[in-house]
């Protein structure tokens, strides 16, 4: 299964650029990075993945370090709306698998 | 694109009755996944499918648990009988391909008394 290590809470300013860290030694060469979050009693949403370029698309950009065992997502101007538990994950075992997760708080 | 859809929205039984969770994934998804998400255990794998042929059911908590998938469309968890410990927010997901981002329906929140 897969493992990764989060920070549990987070807060950011509104309007200022979110980082949120994740720690994914364990994941294989050819296995993507997948970043979900859940807002409050929702489904989880999709946001972004990556296998080993940064990417981005209109709701955030993945950056990933070389080695391939972390990386961070950022919401570049974040708003209330984005105060969610920020998940990354990836197929570990063959099974997509979430951690607890980093709450993060937008403060106005 | 309607999204995974997900029945009842919510559903309060007695121990020992049997409670039947359905889930419609998006059109032309081959794959679908049920997860249960309690504050203690955060969000488990229960069982996924591809192709309609379940090919990991080891999250399943017990024999009590059964998942089917008799058609490309349409997907059924049932619990029987079932125990307040069952009670927990039940999610649907579903991918294009095994290995594509998920889609999650907006669960079923299972109260057992």
């Known amino acids: 299964d897969a493992k990764t290590t989060q920070p549990p809470s987070m807060d950011c300013a509104e309007g200022r650029a979110a980082n949120l860290p994740c720690n994914h030694s364990?994941?294989?060469?050819?296995?993507?990075v997948y970043w979900y979050r859940q807002i409050h009693s929702q489904g989880p949403q999709y946001i972004i993945h990556?296998?080993?370029n940064n990417e981005t698309n209109e709701m955030a950009s993945l950056i990933i370090t070389e080695d391939r065992k972390s990386s961070t997502l950022i919401l570049p101007h974040a708003t209330l709306r984005d105060t969610a538990v920020y998940y990354c994950?990836?197929?570990?075992?063959?099974?997509?698998?979430f951690g607890t997760g980093t709450r993060l708080t937008i403060i106005p | 694109d309607a999204g995974v859809i997900q029945s009842p929205r919510h559903e309060v039984t007695e121990m020992g009755q049997e409670v039947t969770l359905r889930c419609k994934p998006i059109?032309?998804?081959?794959?679908l996944f049920w997860y249960r998400q309690t504050m203690m255990r955060g969000l488990e794998l229960l069982i996924y499918?591809?192709?309609?042929?379940?090919?990991?059911d080891s999250g399943m908590p017990e024999d009590r648990f059964s998942a089917k998938m008799p058609n490309a469309s349409f997907s059924t968890l049932k619990i029987q009988p079932s125990e307040p410990r069952d009670s927990a927010v039940y999610f649907c997901?579903?991918?294009?391909?095994?290995?594509?981002?998920?889609?999650f329906g907006n669960g079923t929140r299972l109260t057992v008394t």
């Open positions: 994950t990836h197929f570990g075992n063959e099974k997509l698998t």
């Open positions: 499918f591809n192709n309609n042929v379940p090919i990991d």
């Open positions: 364990t994941i294989s060469g050819n296995e993507y």
């Open positions: 059109s032309g998804h081959n794959s």
């Open positions: 997901a579903s991918s294009r391909v095994f290995y594509s981002p998920l889609h």
């Open positions: 990556g296998l080993k």
